[in-house]
Nanobody
Framework: QVQLVESGGGLVQPGGSLKLSCVVSGSRFRFNFWGWYRQAPGKQRELVAGVTAAGSTNYDGSVKGRFTISRDNAKNTVYLQMNNLRPEDTAVYYC??????????WGQGTQVTVSS
């Protein structure tokens, strides 16, 4: 079973930055479409950014221009650089494959809190 270990979250003031990392176990990392998701209290989990095996990226409109997703296939790692953070970005952030049906297994996630 794939293991997903997210890190890099924390408490930051509005306008601040954080960089999240996700280390993925397994040899098929480089072939898959990976994304960062988030789940705020009382809300459904949503996909905010994705990066294909070829390196193409896409973003939800709420984070476009502020977040940057990237991947390092040599390290089996997906990153999410988050700039100009807003209180509404507060959530638990997870990484996982982007596919249908949605993955059944998820990691622990990393908490991001944006507050003054």
């Amino acid at each position: 079973q794939v293991q997903l270990v997210e890190s890099g979250g924390g408490l930051v003031q509005p306008g601040g930055s954080l960089k999240l990392s996700c280390v993925v176990s397994g040899s098929r990392f480089r072939f898959n479409f990976w994304g960062w998701y988030r789940q705020a209290p009382g809300k459904q989990r949503e996909l905010v950014a994705g990066v294909t095996a070829a390196g193409s990226t896409n973003y939800d409109g709420s984070v476009k221009g502020r977040f940057t997703i990237s991947r390092d296939n040599a390290k089996n790692t997906v990153y999410l650089q988050m700039n100009n953070l807003r209180p509404e970005d507060t959530a638990v952030y997870y990484c996982n494959e982007v596919r249908k049906p949605a993955p059944a297994f998820w990691g622990q996630g990393t908490q991001v809190t944006v507050s003054s």
